[in-house]
């Protein structure tokens, strides 16, 4: 009888390394399908749809309102309804929105299809996050949160290497195509996470706080579900603001300041930067898992000040790049270091941001902050572009280098200093198993099972 109860319970919920496994994959698949067209979108708007650079320019701008727009409700919706369907109508907006924009042709028409798919994107980013934290244990969160990051950056990285062969910029058809194809993938995943089955843990809804008496007979005011709730966490504050100078720095420069420094100042040939994202993508597949192994027993914050330092060091080539650039070999050597320095900082970040944003939120908020940790996400890279191409534009690009390498700097001081916001626990000063309630050997088969997802 009680074998027959499990079976009937799995079949009812799942395990949670099927649901992380099916999540993963749809996640993989929806970063191939954005690898075909992100690295072309400007120059689809700018010059395939013959729309200007300052439309093309405006595209980035409404993704970022769209965020804006559509993070705070998707942060409530999580919380109020789950992550599973959120997801889903997240993906589907974004499946539209890469359809619209791929057949648009005019101005309006191609904004259109950025707001919806910046929605869209913007959804199910922090929906993504929920159901990893809902499917994962304290003891394996940071190796299902790299997982993650490794197959996006795998999954982009093929889609670019097959989009780039198919891509002609004389032949819009050939650019419809690839937006189509994202669309495509987008409803794939809607499909493969609208049909998984939750692990009874992360099936239930997580009831809102019940009002508790206080003195003088009166209910004391249950804690609500809004960002104003977030804003009073001063830990959660200060990780915003380091999770935005990080996005601004690294993410928000990755294929526009730096690509126009190495193009107009060091002279790299396009096709250079192009291995460049290659090999930036291969150092995060090679390094992640055991970069999750290295900062497993270490504190997150040492992990992040760590992720500054490397940055620098990236930002010192690109200054050694720009002085020597009349040496071509040296030169390229020099910018191909950048994309590698980058991506080792982008590995020790993984398993680091994640994490903390999960223990920080209270469990009826979890939706809530990984929608906010998102919001801040999407603005600074959004803000990057514009900073780093109006420095390296105006001829300004060792101050554009002085004023980045800085930045870093300021990531390894608010790292150290975001140390006594965190307890032990939040910042992995202590072992995780110690931390999970409930029977060891159940924690070790979530270890087990989440590790073979």
Not at 212 to 241: E, H, Q, T
Not at 255 to 275: C, F, I
Not at 336 to 359: C, N
Request: aromatic share 6%.
């Amino acid at each position: 009888m009680t074998r027959t109860m499990r079976q009937t319970d799995d079949r009812q919920y799942g395990t949670a390394a099927g649901t992380l496994r099916r999540v993963q994959l749809g996640n993989a698949l929806s970063a191939f399908g954005s690898g075909f067209t992100t690295p072309y979108m400007f120059v689809y708007v700018s010059q395939v749809r013959g729309l200007g650079s300052m439309t093309a320019w405006l595209v980035f701008t409404v993704f970022a309102l769209a965020a804006l727009v559509a993070l705070p409700l998707g942060g409530r919706g999580i919380d109020r309804y789950g992550a599973r369907p959120v997801l889903v109508a997240g993906a589907v907006v974004a499946a539209a929105g890469a359809l619209a924009f791929g057949h648009a042709t005019g101005a309006a028409h191609v904004l259109m299809g950025a707001f919806l798919f910046g929605a869209g994107v913007a959804t199910v980013q922090p929906a993504l996050a929920t159901l990893i934290v809902r499917c994962s244990t304290a003891a394996t969160r940071a190796h299902s949160f790299a997982l993650q990051f490794t197959l996006v950056n795998l999954g982009m990285g093929v889609g670019a290497l097959i989009g780039g062969q198919i891509v002609d910029v004389h032949r819009p058809g050939s650019l419809t195509l690839l937006f189509t194809i994202e669309a495509v993938m987008f409803l794939v995943l809607a499909a493969v996470t609208g049909t998984v089955r939750l692990p009874r843990s992360a099936s239930v809804a997580v009831p809102a706080p019940v009002a508790v008496p206080a003195a003088g007979g009166r209910a004391a005011a249950a804690p609500r579900a809004d960002f104003r709730s977030l804003l009073r966490d001063k830990a959660m504050v200060r990780i915003c603001v380091l999770a935005a100078l990080i996005f601004f720095t690294c993410y928000g420069q990755f294929e526009s300041g730096v690509a126009a420094y190495a193009t107009d100042v060091v002279g790299t040939a396009p096709s250079v930067l192009g291995l460049a994202l290659g090999v930036n993508t291969l150092t995060i597949v090679l390094l992640q898992m055991i970069v999750v192994r290295m900062t497993a027993s270490r504190r997150r914050s040492t992990a992040i000040a760590a992720t500054g330092v490397v940055w620098l060091a990236a930002w010192a080539a690109a200054a050694v790049a720009g002085l020597v650039r009349a040496d071509a070999a040296v030169a390229t050597v020099a910018m191909l270091s950048v994309y590698v320095l980058f991506g080792v900082g982008e590995a020790l970040l993984a398993p680091t941001l994640g994490p903390i944003i999960a223990d920080l939120a209270p469990a009826h908020l979890l939706g809530t902050y990984n929608a906010a940790y998102s919001l801040v996400k999407q603005v600074a890279v959004a803000m990057g572009p514009a900073a780093g191409v109006l420095l390296v534009g105006a001829g300004l690009s060792g101050a554009y280098v002085l004023a980045l390498g800085g930045c870093t700097v300021l990531i390894v001081v608010l790292a150290l200093r975001l140390r006594r916001q965190l307890t032990p626990a939040q910042d992995n000063a202590v072992q995780p198993a110690r931390l999970v309630a409930g029977p060891p050997a159940l924690e070790r088969i979530d270890r087990a099972e989440v590790l073979a997802a």
